[in-house]
């Protein structure tokens, strides 16, 4: 399927999207079983799916499609190619008869024009329109980003106009959000105007990706299960160390109203046609890193089969998953495809530290095959499960026939799991096919899917299975108040609930520079408080940033906006 421009080079991403033939989203959605009535039209190619569509799919009682879960090892900084694996399979799957939709995750605009540019797919495997998409698209984050601070905005007013509830002022952990990798505002001074302006306090901004809004969002089942969730979340202590919660300060049905549209999912086409969700966007570092399960949800009643994306390497967006996600949409993978790149492998085995980026770009069987001991790691996470794994190795125009064929032979042989080569990028849906057919006899194989550990252990003994059995740690410690964390969390019944673990993407460990599979070290934990709307607990590890910085070179310096409203640099 690939194409070349005047220049006889591969098209840019936006460039397919601009030449691709989109068909309006009621034609798109129809085959599946919503009727225009079911839909809430936002131009001609996109829609949200209206809260009586749901109800009504929900009431039909129809058996659920099989639910394909697409992760990764751990990723270099160049990307492995999830997304494009996640859209390309909703192809494939296609091209051998098999009914299927998609599921992925909102673009933040931080990454968009910080250093990772945009998130929805790739090549001729992306969805469309990309560039909406990319940008303000249904203004769903936009909306996520006003419930939260509007709720900033009345914490700061209640300790101005009296306090009534004795909030500490020194104690309230709702900062404000922004969707932009703005740095100088982590850490800010507020209320220094003088009496008018307010009671001067520290605050800062987090990513609104990393808000507890979006995890509400994303795990709301509907509009009165959303209302409950903000209506719980912890603002703030009291000087006594009570909660205070959004009920307290009389924001809930305030935010909500914000919220109301931004709940129902968002329905767009891939470039061949097949529906796509793209609802929600949490990050799997420092929040659980899944679309919405609403979105899942009515995706699952629709098809055979349901093929969406958890974020980063399996040590954090499947662990979060399978742990998490799955405990609250009452769910289980059928099978999970485990995204792989020889670029990946020979990253992680480079002889010499850090890695020349362009030398990865040479044949080197030999790197190929140090660095298969991540994937190794990562194919066992996910056995410990109880799923059937599928490798998919996402082929780059440059890789060398030897170094595939070393990966799939190590998988097959040494690994005894099933693999296969995609080239989902360059060839669309029809560059899956192979992946596809293994993943539908792993999914119709019997599996024993259980999560790591029971919500009725200890909070300690949660963290310590992840860090040991997921991320290969010897031990865990706990710094600062982390210990009196767990103390008053206990006390306050928040013993019971899942754990979210903010950790680096670019490690198994809790170092970003060690690489490989890394041995012989501790995971630091440096603090831990509850997402009490979500229903986890978020435990917070080394130097994990919530909110991330723009690069020297971001990826904004190299857009452009042409005349006729065309665009340049954006993919």
């Known amino acids: 399927?690939?194409?070349?421009?005047?220049?006889?080079?591969?098209?840019?991403?936006?460039?397919?999207?601009?030449?691709?033939?989109?068909?309006?989203?009621?034609?798109?959605?129809?085959?599946?079983g919503l009727a225009d009535d079911d839909l809430e039209p936002i131009g001609d190619y996109k829609a949200k799916v209206s809260f009586e569509a749901i109800e009504r799919l929900r009431d039909q009682g129809t058996d659920d499609g099989k639910l394909i879960l697409v992760t990764g090892m751990t990723p270099t900084p160049l990307g492995e190619g999830k997304t494009v694996t996640t859209v390309g399979l909703g192809q494939a799957f296609n091209h051998i008869d098999r009914d299927a939709l998609i599921a992925i995750?909102?673009?933040?605009l931080g990454p968009v024009f910080g250093v990772k540019g945009g998130a929805a797919g790739g090549g001729y495997s992306q969805v469309l329109p990309m560039e909406d998409i990319n940008l303000h698209f249904t203004g769903d984050l936009h909306a996520l980003t006003s419930a939260h601070n509007l709720i900033s905005t009345m914490l700061d007013n209640h300790i101005k106009q009296g306090n009534e509830l004795d909030i500490a002022v020194n104690w309230v952990n709702w900062p404000r959000a922004i969707d932009m990798n703005d740095r100088v505002l982590r850490e800010t001074v507020i209320g220094l105007g003088g009496e008018v302006t307010g009671v001067p306090r520290e605050d800062g901004f987090i990513l609104t990706a990393a808000s507890e809004m979006m995890a509400v969002l994303c795990l709301a089942d509907g509009l009165e299960d959303l209302k409950t969730?903000?209506?719980?979340?912890?603002?703030?202590?009291?000087?006594?160390?009570?909660?205070?919660?959004?009920d307290d300060i009389g924001a809930t049905d305030a935010a909500a109203i914000l919220l109301k549209d931004a709940l129902k999912p968002n329905v767009v086409q891939t470039i061949e046609g097949t529906p796509a969700f793209v609802h929600g966007g949490p990050f799997a570092n420092i929040a659980h890193g899944t679309n919405s399960l609403i979105a899942d949800e009515v995706a699952a009643h629709l098809s055979e089969y349901l093929v969406t994306e958890a974020g980063f390497g399996s040590d954090l967006g499947a662990e979060k998953f399978m742990n998490i996600v799955c405990r609250f949409g009452e769910m289980e993978p059928d099978a999970v495809t485990l995204v792989a790149s020889v670029r990946a492998l020979k990253y992680h085995g480079q002889e010499m530290w850090p890695p020349n980026l362009e030398e990865l770009e040479d044949e080197n069987v030999e790197a190929v095959e140090r660095g298969l001991e991540n994937l190794d790691k990562h194919v066992e996470n996910l056995r410990k499960f109880g799923v059937p794994v599928v490798v998919a190795l996402n082929r780059f125009p440059d890789d060398a026939d030897a170094e595939v064929e070393a990966v799939l032979k190590h998988c097959r042989e040494d690994l005894e799991v099933r693999a296969a080569e995609s080239t989902v990028f360059s060839d669309g849906g029809e560059g899956g096919v192979d992946l596809a057919e293994n993943l539908v006899d792993a999914a119709e194989t019997e599996s024993s899917f259980e999560p790591l550990y029971d919500l009725d252990v200890s909070i300690e003994e949660k963290i310590e299975t992840v860090a040991t059995?997921?991320?290969?740690?010897?031990?865990?410690?706990?710094?600062?108040?982390?210990e009196k964390d767990i103390e008053r969390l206990t006390e306050h019944g928040f013993d019971d609930v899942p754990i979210c673990i903010s950790k680096t993407f670019h490690s198994l460990s809790d170092d970003a520079s060690r690489k490989g599979v890394p041995e012989d070290w501790t995971l630091e934990v440096n603090e831990i408080y509850p997402s009490a709307g979500a229903g986890f607990l978020v435990v917070l590890t080394a130097d994990v940033l919530t909110l991330p910085g723009l690069p020297e070179e971001p990826a904004a310096a190299n857009m452009e906006l042409h005349s006729d409203g065309s665009i340049d640099g954006l993919f």
């Open 1 to 32: 399927m690939t194409d070349s421009n005047q220049d006889g080079a591969i098209p840019t991403d936006y460039e397919i999207a601009q030449h691709a033939e989109k068909r309006p989203i009621t034609e798109v959605v129809e085959p599946f």
């Open 105 to 108: 995750r909102e673009p933040s």
């Open 229 to 246: 969730r903000i209506g719980r979340i912890i603002v703030a202590y009291t000087d006594d160390g009570e909660p205070v919660t959004v």
């Open 469 to 482: 059995e997921i991320y290969g740690a010897d031990d865990v410690e706990y710094h600062s108040d982390a």
